[in-house]
């Protein structure tokens, strides 16, 4: 597939339905020139909302909040778009209407446009997803298969004012991974394969697939209460066992028919008889331990109230103590029901109460709490024993009550066929109909057992095909990553030599780029850094140069090299860091001198120190705003 650049034609802000900035933009080199604080930086943030960034609440500046919306008109390779987004600056996420035309023609057409979406869905497209495809990227996705968006792309194509300079992407506010990191260079310079993309959505298809394959069995084997040792062979031999049980049921049902008396068998009466009375006995039995559970529940509830008494008696108690401890003994120099003095009685032997005058105990209070909440805790301790006890009593009581009941159930069935039998035949025939009605059920239930492990057992196979895909897919991956390789070294190699060339043309400020060529380097996406020398970080000037001259040679690798996806466009804000004058100027030339040669780019910069070569209309965008002359009013 053959990549599109991208080219802003015409840019326009509007304010109470008028608009209040509208310039036009052109190929090559676009400066916008201005005192510091004229919104120059302003200008660039809104140009990134308008492509798919996301500004948080924080980094909107006034008067923006009064403002309605952007509309920026773009080309594309050969078509011509316009989208319109709403100023939004409580971190919502608005949609971005796109009309398939110039700006003017938009205006005029408001029922042509294609409102899309900031996240994808089955049944829309998004943003980033319609611009993806027109430039020819088809989509990308991270190693844990998160799709790129325009937001992230932009993160590499926008140098902005509040971006950290010792970092390659403009600084995130949330959360940000490696693999994303990763990703976004990767796929902007074309260093991972085309392939990768559709075969790593397909790893995590086939991923899910497997996972809900294992999820399946596991629920079909719970039902058949089986376990992974168990095979067809198992089912089937279950199946002839009862088959061969109702066949056997059967004959012999035939044989004690034909054996049978047409009158009532010896000791029929005998087992009417015993049967009630096996029926009485349970019944008794039952009444018994039904009173035995109702009064274990008794019991039970009287011990959690008292569990609940212990427990306030408790609390108050520690109440008590805290209170004692914190005010102490409490003495009356006067009577609190008549205010007279009392008076001390200086030859008592023994410790008196200073108001009743009675003996006080020889132990302290702080003791007696002691004590009396030690014996509080082990009631309640007990009492839980309690509890846990008849709790345990009350289960085996209400298991043993199911028994007799079910025994009783039983017994009575039998004692109604026994009752409305008048022969020997009738009552062969109403035991063996129970018997042989059971006996199909179970035969029913084991040949629908083998119908599920049979669907077991195809899940099993299509599971096992899937996973050597997915091995095959993995492979797959580690074979073309390994071939991506070689590209990587040339590509970062290439970017790395122009980059430091453009350090050796620096003013000479900072000793080691007067030598940078001869340093080794390395340009790390994941890590969000460029080392040049085994150092990240120099003086702040200098990382503003380092990383300007990183992304004019990403942007110079572009132009020459067809695989990148980079669509030859950047945004460059020398405003980002405290650059003199002969160094900002220094920094422009170099990016003119770069792309003397060059034709088919974008590259958008700001500044308030403009080189003279670029203070001009022939790269200037609009005049040069002055001190309060400012470009959004």
């Given at each position: 597939m053959t990549y599109q650049r991208l080219k802003i034609n015409r840019f326009v802000a509007i304010r109470n339905n008028r608009i209040m900035y509208d310039q036009l933009f052109h190929d090559g080199i676009n400066v916008i020139r201005g005192e510091h604080s004229v919104g120059k930086s302003t200008l660039l943030d809104l140009i990134f909302y308008s492509l798919g960034g996301e500004l948080k609440e924080k980094e909107w500046k006034s008067p923006l909040t009064q403002y309605e919306k952007v509309i920026i008109e773009v080309t594309i390779g050969t078509r011509t778009l316009t989208l319109s987004r709403q100023i939004e600056t409580n971190n919502?996420?608005?949609?971005?209407?796109?009309?398939?035309?110039?700006?003017?023609?938009?205006?005029?057409?408001?029922?042509?446009?294609?409102?899309?979406?900031?996240?994808?869905s089955e049944n829309?497209?998004?943003f980033s997803e319609f611009l993806f495809e027109a430039l020819g990227w088809g989509q990308s996705i991270t190693s844990e298969h998160n799709n790129l968006t325009m937001h992230q792309i932009l993160r590499l194509l926008y140098l902005s004012q509040t971006s950290n300079s010792t970092n390659i992407l403009r600084s995130e506010p949330h959360l940000d991974k490696e693999s994303t990191r990763q990703a976004i260079g990767d796929f902007l310079l074309g260093l991972d394969d085309l392939s990768l993309y559709e075969i790593r959505q397909n790893i995590w298809k086939l991923r899910r697939s497997i996972e809900q394959k294992n999820s399946d069995i596991k629920s079909y084997r719970r039902l058949l209460n089986i376990d992974e040792s168990t095979t067809i062979e198992n089912i089937q031999e279950n199946i002839k066992i009862i088959h061969d049980k109702l066949s056997l049921s059967i004959l012999e049902k035939k044989d004690k028919l034909n054996e049978a008396s047409p009158y009532m068998p010896n000791g029929f009466s005998e087992k009417i008889m015993n049967t009630s009375k096996n029926i009485a006995e349970l019944t008794k039995d039952i009444k018994y331990l039904s009173e035995k559970e109702q009064y274990i529940n008794s019991e039970i509830t009287d011990c959690?109230?008292?569990?609940?008494?212990?427990?306030?008696?408790?609390?108050?108690?520690?109440?008590?103590?805290?209170?004692?401890?914190?005010?102490?003994?409490?003495?009356?120099?006067?009577?609190p029901s008549c205010f007279s003095t009392i008076s001390e009685n200086e030859n008592a032997t023994t410790c008196k109460?200073?108001?009743?005058?009675?003996?006080?105990?020889k132990y302290s209070l702080e003791e007696k709490y002691t004590e009396t909440l030690t014996e509080l805790k082990y009631q309640q301790r007990q009492n839980q024993k309690t509890i846990t006890s008849?709790?345990?009593?009350?289960?085996?009581?209400?298991?043993?009550l199911i028994i007799k009941q079910n025994e009783l159930r039983n017994l009575e069935f039998i004692l109604r066929d026994y009752s409305t039998s008048t022969n020997e035949r009738e009552i062969i025939i109403e035991e063996y109909s129970k018997k042989l009605s059971l006996i199909e059920k179970n035969l029913e239930d084991a040949i629908s057992s083998q119908e599920t492990f049979l669907k077991i057992d195809n899940i099993i196979q299509e599971k096992?095909?899937?996973?050597?895909?997915?091995?095959?897919?993995?492979?797959?991956?580690?074979?073309?990553?390994?071939?991506?390789?070689?590209?990587r070294f040339s590509v970062l190699n290439s970017i790395s030599k122009y980059s430091k060339r453009l350090l050796e043309l620096d003013i000479g400020s900072e000793e080691s780029f007067k030598h940078a060529t001869s340093l080794s380097d390395e340009i790390n996406f994941s890590k969000d850094e460029w080392s040049l020398g085994g150092r990240v970080a120099f003086s702040d000037s200098s990382n503003v140069v380092k990383k300007s001259s990183l992304q004019i040679a990403m942007l110079k690798h572009a132009i020459k090299d067809p695989q990148c996806r980079l669509p030859n466009f950047m945004i460059l804000d020398f405003e980002c860091g405290d650059l003199n004058a002969p160094r900002s100027h220094r920094l422009q030339q170099n990016l003119l001198n770069?792309?003397?040669?060059?034709?088919?780019?974008?590259?958008?910069?700001?500044?308030?120190?403009v080189c003279k070569e670029l203070n001009n209309n022939t790269y200037g965008i609009g005049k040069y705003y002055d001190t309060n002359d400012y470009i959004f009013k």
């Open positions: 919502k996420k608005p949609y971005i209407n796109v009309f398939e035309g110039n700006l003017d023609d938009a205006l005029l057409n408001h029922n042509k446009w294609l409102p899309l979406g900031p996240s994808r829309k497209m998004s959690m109230l008292f569990s609940k008494s212990l427990q306030f008696r408790i609390k108050s108690l520690n109440e008590s103590k805290n209170t004692f401890v914190v005010l102490g003994e409490m003495s009356f120099n006067y009577c109460c200073s108001l009743c005058k009675s003996d006080l105990p008849l709790n345990s009593n009350l289960l085996d009581t209400k298991e043993v096992k095909l899937e996973e050597t895909e997915l091995i095959k897919l993995e492979k797959e991956i580690e074979l073309k990553e390994e071939n991506s390789k070689e590209r770069t792309f003397t040669n060059d034709t088919n780019f974008q590259v958008i910069i700001t500044s308030s120190k």
